[in-house]
């Protein structure tokens, strides 16, 4: 196969552990994708993930331990959710295609989207005028100027929380109202100042961008930021939900994971990548050492896209239509170099960097567009997580030393 995204039906049928005539009986109860090899009208070429799939079915049927392992790395769901379908290179907010909403939608419409369903309900949900910030918070945002806005957005929750008995109702609807305080709580921490009106005209005033067109290209970047199915802040907001925790307590903890060098905290090592190719006259050999000392290239590849991050290719389209010159160049260079020594295409994380730099926004903009978007997930998932009566709560499989019998 030319490419490792696909196998033969020799190798698929190895893989699966069966016969080419089972392997054909798959395709025809839908259980497989087949697709037609260019050039050669009698052969076939199967997914990789759909063979992958059912290697896992196969695996829960026989050994469930196992197969539990494996389902926490990228493996087979482990939740049912009606939120995000990623399929196919594609994502899709309760069925619409996110790069379009991204394109069409308000942010705050989206929210009403994945909270309750319906983006007409964004009016009613968001309708009610900014609150004055109480002296607490005020005082806070004076007294924490130095910090980056991630850092006061961590600040800012448990005080709002203290100050707001909602949320402890987590009926749908309560939730959805206690989400759309919490954004504004979260916006306002990033402003450094209470906030109105929508989130996007809010940072852009905030940042004091001139270009009109840059409120556009932020509230692209916040709704791609949205939700990504289960990625580990978000279980993690999962797990907090199960236990009844209030929506602030959800997103306290998940922003803790959004912030790990693993998750959210890469776009600060692709923040440093930026810097030390720019400052390399030569930035293929910055990249090849890099490599070459058993290191990774931060921004780019991503498991769930072997043909690349849509999210990152429209946020590189928005810097190039909205940003400056210059910069989208450098950026264009470091994804042509870097495809050529690893074969990987940009990420979420590079695409936030890149438009960051090209409208120029202020330090640490990119981890703070992705805590404001990714909220709106993390209070869908409550949402749904609420509504299940059952506690998350896996087992683990000790390996430890046998313990001592008395005797």
């Known amino acids: 196969m030319t490419s490792d995204r696909y196998l033969t039906a020799s190798e698929a049928a190895a893989a699966l552990n069966v016969s080419l005539s089972t392997l054909y009986s798959y395709v025809s109860r839908g259980m497989l994708r087949s697709e037609p090899v260019a050039g050669h009208p009698r052969e076939r070429r199967y997914l990789q993930e759909d063979v992958s799939r059912l290697v896992e079915r196969k695996e829960l049927r026989s050994d469930p331990t196992k197969a539990a392992a494996r389902s926490l790395r990228w493996g087979a769901p482990v939740l049912d959710s009606s939120l995000t379908l990623i399929d196919g290179g594609r994502i899709y907010y309760r069925g619409r295609d996110a790069l379009e909403l991204a394109q069409q939608a308000s942010v705050e419409e989206v929210a009403a989207l994945l909270w309750v369903g319906d983006h007409k309900e964004a009016e009613s949900l968001f309708a009610r005028p900014a609150e004055e910030l109480t002296r607490e918070i005020k005082d806070l945002f004076k007294r924490t100027t130095h910090l980056g806005p991630v850092e006061r957005c961590q600040l800012a929750l448990p005080l709002g929380a203290s100050i707001d008995p909602g949320a402890y109702d987590l009926r749908p609807m309560a939730v959805a109202r206690t989400g759309a305080r919490i954004l504004s709580l979260l916006l306002s921490a990033v402003c450094g100042a209470a906030v109105s009106g929508p989130a ?131 950026a264009a260079g470091l994804v042509d170099v870097a495809g050529g020594l690893t074969g990987e295409r940009p990420n979420l994380d590079f695409g936030l960097v890149a438009l960051a730099h090209a409208l120029g926004l202020p330090a640490e903009s990119p981890l703070a567009l992705f805590t404001l978007g990714r909220t709106l997930g993390w209070i869908a998932h409550a949402i749904e997580q609420y509504a299940d009566a059952q506690i998350i709560r896996p087992r683990a499989r000790y390996i430890g030393p046998a313990p001592e019998r008395l005797p």
């Open 200 to 330: 996007d005209l809010s940072l852009q005033r905030a940042w004091s961008l001139r270009r009109k067109s840059a409120a556009p290209a932020l509230r692209a970047a916040l709704i791609l930021c949205a939700d990504h199915e289960l990625n580990v802040s978000t279980f993690t907001a999962r797990c907090i939900a199960s236990a009844q925790a209030t929506p602030y307590e959800v997103v306290i903890g998940a922003l803790a994971a959004l912030k790990g060098r693993r998750h959210g905290g890469q776009t600060a090592e692709v923040e440093a990548l930026f810097r030390e190719t720019g400052r390399a006259r030569r930035p293929r050999e910055t990249l090849a050492n890099r490599l070459r000392l058993g290191g990774r290239l931060p921004g780019f590849g991503h498991q769930l896209y072997p043909n690349g991050d849509p999210r990152a290719a429209l946020l590189l389209s928005l810097a190039k239509t909205h940003g400056r010159g210059a910069v989208l160049e450098f």
